[in-house]
């Protein structure tokens, strides 16, 4: 699997700290010192039009004319409706013609990866090049009085075009049934068969749980895909995890005995995205030139579900 580019998209209105200790109980010292957060972007923007966005600048760093992908994956956990899928949505904002099949994918905070394992399956049969985007508007799911929510996460999307090379790309991924509440509750299911209306709920989590498991398996996944690819952590220019809380990422390089300078962490800036925090870092990573070509990178995320996975991307 080849990168070809790079792109984000990030929404217009900034929600600080500050901004919050006026909805709910807390302050910046509070939140900064439990998460890493300082703001997070908030948007007017639905999910599909952040990922058709992040599209149109990944295209143009690919130097390639858009009708060249015939494989659009998407990954989200808060799509614009149920159907279509968000990856349709952007396909058809592309102005793409039929020749491309396009859907999404929802592994949480992990389905960035997830939908790169995918595509990386499919670049090798099918499909010569692939747009792949993680994208999310955690904002409408997110209640704003509860403080330990709706301090924690932002909006966003990051994406890459990428194709198919004669180097193998491995991945390690693992899910486990979420039959502890550790992370509930989205929109309800119409279990008496009759039509009425949904009623939507807003994204619970079990904190203290949550921080054991990620710190679990991140270095796990981590440990896994390196095993995996024959690699040592000395190989590895960058590790980008998902962006979810900085004493989560504290933890993992203590445990791993790896400078904290080795991760790349944007989450003072815009929170946890979930599946658009590791190409939204992927692509600031690359601005900001911590990466060259020819770096090998560890991408590594955990979500609800629960998921969790890791991957060895070369730049």
Same mark, same amino acid.
């Given at each position: ?23 709910? @109980? ?7 010192? =439990? ?5 997070? =972007? ?10 058709? =966005?992040?599209?149109? @600048? ?20 808060? +799509? ?39 595509a990386s399956s499919m670049l090798n049969t099918y499909h010569k090049k692939a747009l792949v985007v993680g994208c999310e508007t955690l904002s409408k799911i997110v209640d704003f009085n509860d403080r330990n929510t709706c301090v924690l996460f932002g909006d966003g999307a990051g994406a890459v075009v990428i194709e198919s090379d ?109 599946? +658009? ?9 690359? @601005? ?25 991307? @070369?730049?």
């Amino acid at each position: 699997m080849k990168i070809l580019g790079f792109g984000k998209a990030l929404a217009n209105k900034i929600v600080t700290n500050d901004d919050l200790s006026k909805l709910v @109980e807390t302050s910046d010292e509070w939140i900064f010192q =439990r998460t890493g957060i300082r703001e997070r =972007r908030i948007s007017d923007e639905n999910t599909s039009e952040l990922a058709y =966005r992040a599209a149109i @600048e990944a295209i143009k760093s690919a130097n390639i004319e858009k009708t060249e992908i015939d494989l659009i994956i998407c990954a989200t956990m808060t +799509a614009d409706n149920f159907i279509p899928s968000v990856a349709c949505m952007v396909q058809e904002k592309l102005n793409l013609g039929k020749n491309v099949t396009s859907f999404d994918i929802n592994a949480a905070c992990s389905g960035f990866i997830y939908s790169l394992k995918v595509a990386s399956s499919m670049l090798n049969t099918y499909h010569k090049k692939a747009l792949v985007v993680g994208c999310e508007t955690l904002s409408k799911i997110v209640d704003f009085n509860d403080r330990n929510t709706c301090v924690l996460f932002g909006d966003g999307a990051g994406a890459v075009v990428i194709e198919s090379d004669e180097k193998i790309t491995d991945f390690y991924t693992c899910s486990i049934g979420n039959n502890t509440d550790l992370v509930a509750r989205g929109i309800g299911t119409n279990f008496e068969m009759k039509n009425r209306v949904l009623e939507s709920g807003f994204l619970k989590m079990n904190g203290k749980e949550i921080f054991k498991f990620a710190i679990n398996v991140i270095e796990e996944s981590i440990d896994n895909i390196l095993k995996i690819t024959n690699l040592k952590l000395e190989d590895i220019k960058l590790i980008i995890p998902h962006q979810a809380n900085k004493r989560i990422i504290n933890n993992v390089a203590k445990k791993l005995n790896l400078d904290g300078n080795k991760f790349f962490v944007n989450l003072e800036k815009y929170g946890n995205t979930s599946a +658009a925090s590791i190409p939204i870092a992927l692509c600031e990573a690359i @601005e900001e030139k911590k990466l060259k070509k020819g770096d090998k990178v560890i991408l590594v995320g955990f979500g609800g579900g629960l998921t969790w996975g890791s991957t060895i991307i @070369e730049i």
